[in-house]
C-alpha cells in the first residue's frame, strides 16, 4: 500500500514571497489533516479535510495560509505572502477515519520549508 | 485548551537500558496516541490506548494509560539504536471534531 506523498520534500524561499506544498493521502481515506511542526514542538493542525469539505480550520492564519482539496483526494497548502516565522516542517496526514470516531494517522515525510 | 506535556524532554541511554517517557494531559483523555518520528521524517504510528487502564505492546514497547485518564506512559526495554528518535504523544481534543493535539516530543538518543 502506497504512503501518504508530499512535494516538494524541501523549499526556501525569501519573506513575502508565495509557496505551495503538495499531498496525495492514502487511497480511500476520507480524511486529510494539514499539520506544522516548528523545530522543538509537536505538530499542530492547520486544516482538516473529511472528503472535500472543512472539518476544522480554526488554528489555520487564514489572512496568508489557504487550503483546498479537489475532489476529496488531493490537497494543496498555500502560503502567501510567507513570514520568518511560517519556517517550519508542514506535515500532511490522512485517516479512515469518519466524524467522531478514532483511529490512526498516516503522515507523510513533510515538506521542510526555510523562509530566509 | 487541552495541554499535553511530555517528560522529560530528551533522554541518552546506553544500548540494552530500559527507558520510560511519560505524557501528562491537563483534562481527562478520551483517545491517546503515540507515535514515532525519526529525524527529518513523518510519524509512525505505534499504539492507540481508550480506556483507563489499558496497556498495550509491541515489540519492545509498551504503552499504559493509567485508570484517572490523564497520563500516559511509554516504556521501552532493553533498547536498542533503532529505537532513537522523537517520542510524541498525540490526544483527541473534545473541543468538536475530535481534533488531535500532540505533545512536544522527547528525543531519545540510544548509545551503541
Known sequence: EAGVAQSPRYKIIEKRQSVAFWCNPISGHATLYWYQQILGQGPKLLIQFQNNGVVDDSQLPKDRFSAERLKGVDSTLKIQPAKLEDSAVYLCASSLKVSGSRNEQFFGPGTRLTVL | ?112
Request: hydrophobic share 30%; charged share 20%.
Open chain 2, 1 to 112: 485548551s487541552q495541554e499535553l506535556e511530555q517528560s522529560p524532554q530528551s533522554l541518552i541511554v546506553q544500548e540494552g537500558k530500559n527507558l520510560t517517557i511519560n505524557c501528562t494531559s491537563s483534562k481527562t483523555l478520551y483517545g491517546l496516541y503515540w507515535y514515532k518520528q525519526k529525524y527529518g521524517e513523518g510519524l509512525i504510528f505505534l499504539m492507540m490506548l481508550q480506556k483507563g487502564g489499558e496497556e498495550k505492546s509491541h515489540e519492545k514497547i509498551t504503552a499504559k494509560l493509567d485508570e484517572k485518564k490523564q497520563q500516559s506512559s511509554l516504556h521501552i526495554t532493553a533498547s536498542q539504536p533503532s529505537h532513537a528518535g522523537i517520542y510524541l504523544c498525540g490526544a483527541d481534543s473534545n473541543t468538536g471534531g475530535f481534533k488531535t493535539i500532540f505533545g512536544a516530543g522527547t528525543r531519545l538518543f540510544v548509545k551503541a
